[in-house]
């Protein structure tokens, strides 16, 4: 799908932003881990985008390799920044809740004590999504919605596009290591979940969608069959 365009922030897809590409204004879908700022607008830059035309940054969880460079870009932007009621308060402090950061393979909590007291810039939402409504894009110029999406984090958003695209960031993974690299038809968890109850209802809610290409938050984008195949594991 041309109009979303993956912004590496660690390359072989390791960690993914997205910049969905409107005829008049585009969006910035996450901001990588702190201090990817510049990483960001170079490679947009590169890409012929001018970053004038980014109206504005949906924050799709409270992850720091999601809002890690949030408050910056919104500085350098001057644009409005969207999120979820339910994650709010991390990017009131600048800091992941720990208590929601549950690991889905008991090997993986080493990376836990690594991550879990990472800090960043705060920064105060312009625009919350409260309980299940859905956000329209149509007002940035963009054919699409953004939904709640709560599982991975309490506060998790999607964002279903009207191509047959979306952006589900961590509801799953793929690839090996944080993603990227190799194996990428190789569908896997993320290193967190906080309710598996409450993600496999919202993967219910994604594939009721005619959605046929998902976009992923670690690892590369995968078709409808493999998220099938990742919600049946659930
Ligand atoms: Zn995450
Ligand atoms: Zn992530």
Not at 50 to 55: A, H, L, S, V, Y
């Given at each position: 799908m041309k109009s979303i365009l993956p912004i590496s922030?660690?390359?072989?897809?390791m960690i993914n932003a997205f910049l969905i590409k409107g005829e008049n204004q585009h969006i910035l879908v996450d901001t990588g881990v702190p201090g990817s700022e510049h990483k960001i607008l170079n490679q947009l830059e590169k890409r012929n985008i001018?970053?004038?035309?980014?109206?504005l940054i949906i924050?799709?969880?409270?992850h720091i390799d999601h809002f890690g460079s949030a408050a910056r870009l919104k500085k350098i932007l001057n644009i409005p920044i969207l999120v979820h009621k339910l994650d709010e308060a991390a990017y009131c402090s600048g800091?992941?809740?720990?208590?929601?950061?549950?690991?889905?393979?008991?090997?993986w909590k080493l990376f836990k004590l690594l991550v879990q007291n990472q800090e960043t810039s705060k920064f105060k939402p312009d625009i919350i999504i409260e309980g299940d409504a859905t956000y329209d894009l149509e007002r940035w110029g963009i054919k699409g919605k953004v939904i709640h999406t709560p599982g991975?984090?309490?506060?998790s958003l999607s964002i279903i596009l009207d191509n047959n695209a979306a952006i589900i960031m961590d509801m799953m993974a793929s690839g090996i290591l944080l993603g990227g690299?190799?194996?990428?038809?190789r569908i896997k968890h993320p290193l967190?979940?906080?309710d598996l109850k409450a993600l496999k209802s919202s993967f219910k809610k994604v594939l009721s969608?005619?959605?046929?290409q998902f976009y992923l938050g670690h690892g590369k984008p995968v078709n409808r069959k493999q998220v099938l195949k990742y919600y049946h594991s659930l």
């Open positions: 922030i660690w390359p072989g897809s001018d970053k004038n035309k980014i109206g924050v799709t969880h409270a800091k992941a809740d720990k208590s929601t950061m549950k690991v889905n393979k008991p090997q991975h984090t309490p506060g690299l190799m194996f990428h038809s967190f979940h906080d969608e005619k959605g046929e």
